[in-house]
């Protein structure tokens, strides 16, 4: 696709001047400006969103009450640093996330700036807590790039490679995947839950349950190719914890604000965590986090224990309260979940064509389109997925991948059903070219993924 010489001198200036370590490549795409689920580029482009920049735009691009929330609170109060004093809109906020959050008992809130910030005060929090240092967290997990973020997450060797020691005490079990099952097994009803026992078998050789401060868990595992995990498995995990007085942490930096048709995507399994992590939607791509816990476990750390000077600014809070009320008054969860379950039909019907779609898996808006060699070996087709990408890409459809080769589909909330089918038409095309070897293999050099 040609670009203009506008564009090439932005990402000329990008490639000389940023560090590296912020960017994975995709397309030579400048985003201009964004209103629903549509993206315009400097170009005059536009693209259907298929992306909402990493479950992100929930509620869509610029959608016009979060804009008016944000340009009637600069006006006011740009900045209040919670530590010295209060404001009314980090209150109202407060009230809102202790009522939307799952759990029937009375609730806190700390806020940050970031999902990685918030991972980071969930540890600090349990340790408090508990008095217990260890913390489990999950293979292939993804939680942030702050240290404490960093250490629990397992999803890449480049977010390690040449740091030095992070955060000590971290220990990983296998994520419950019964697709490719990381303990080997072929056959999902037969392993006896493997990955379970291969928990409980830490506490056999390595250290005692009263040693560990926190289970840290994402309810469906994002960015590893959405998994999601057997309601078995999380019971059995849950009830563990809660007989040994260990936190369970549920991680919804990605899974939550309606993103899986529910509020939070450990409303699914019906259980009540401990503590609930908050990022991205949170405010609509603003930078705003939140912890969510019992009350008793926020009053073991005391301040400046977890307090950053711009954490729970107001305009952030403005634009997350209108976020809030666009998913309620829009009636976003319920859209979600059914057009969430008509997504996962038609690619489902794709499969019955093509080999090369293995599995389709997901919940509401949070969808992963599993893209093999073949079926029998399961072997990842990541030259596909970076062709298939590149092709919607030059057909208007702002699409991803991740996990090597599953095509991620993370269109915001607010999508119409036009957009969503005109979206789903271009993906379909744009497998069948890729199959069929219509998209050249040059493109290659340029789509690198996730």
């Keep these: 696709m040609d670009i203009s010489n506008k564009t090439r001198s932005i990402i000329d200036k990008d490639e000389k001047l940023l560090s590296r370590s912020i960017r994975i490549p995709f397309f030579p795409l400048v985003v201009k400006s964004g209103r629903g689920a549509v993206l315009e580029d400097l170009e005059g482009r536009k693209y259907i969103d298929f992306l909402s920049f990493g479950a992100i735009s929930n509620v869509g691009h610029n959608h016009p009450a979060v804009v008016e929330a944000i340009k009637e609170q600069a006006e ?19 009230e809102e996330l202790t009522v939307i959050t799952p759990g029937n008992f009375e609730k806190r809130v700390a806020y940050g700036v970031s999902g990685g910030d918030a991972n980071d005060g969930a540890i600090k929090a349990a340790r408090a807590y508990t008095g217990r240092q260890k913390i489990i967290a999950f293979l292939r997990s993804y939680h942030g790039n702050t240290y404490g973020a960093m250490g629990i997450s397992a999803v890449s060797l480049p977010m390690r490679y040449h740091f030095g020691p992070g955060v000590p005490e971290i220990y990983h079990v296998p994520y419950p995947d019964c697709y490719r099952c990381p303990l080997g097994h072929q056959n999902a009803e037969r392993c006896g839950l493997a990955c379970y026992q291969y928990f409980l078998g830490m506490f056999e050789t390595l250290f005692s349950p009263d040693e560990v401060a926190a289970v840290i868990m994402e309810p469906i595992q994002g960015d590893s190719g959405i998994i999601i995990p057997p309601q078995e498995y999380m019971q059995y995990l849950y009830d563990f914890c809660k007989k040994h007085g260990i936190l369970f942490v549920s991680e919804e930096v990605q899974t939550g604000m309606g993103r899986t048709g529910k509020w939070f995507g450990i409303e699914h399994f019906n259980l009540e965590p401990d503590i609930i992590v908050i990022g991205k939607a949170l405010a609509s791509g603003m930078p705003l986090s939140a912890l969510v816990a019992r009350k008793e476990i926020f009053e073991a750390w005391t301040s400046p224990g977890h307090v950053f000077c711009t954490s729970g600014n107001p305009i952030c809070c403005a634009a997350s309260l209108a976020t809030i009320g666009i998913i309620r008054r829009e009636g976003l969860l319920k ?62 459809l702002y699409l991803t991948f991740f996990s090597g080769s599953v095509l991620r589909i993370c269109p915001p909330l607010v999508i119409t059903q036009e957009e969503l ?30």
């Design 76 to 94: 006011s109060l740009i900045h209040c640093n919670p530590a010295y004093a209060f404001h009314e809109k980090l209150t109202e906020l407060t």
């Design 421 to 450: 089918d005109r979206g789903i038409s271009i993906l379909e095309g744009a497998i069948a070219d890729a199959i069929s070897g219509k998209v050249p293999d040059n493109v290659l050099d340029m789509v690198k993924g996730w």
């Design 335 to 396: 859209k979600t979940e059914e057009m969430g379950r008509y997504i996962r039909e038609r690619f489902n019907r794709l499969a019955e064509e093509y080999e090369q779609i293995s599995q389709v898996r997901g919940q509401g808006f949070m969808i992963g389109v599993d893209l093999v060699k073949d079926r029998s070996s399961r072997e990842r087709a990541r030259d596909l997925a970076a062709k298939i990408v590149w092709r919607c890409y030059e057909q208007g």
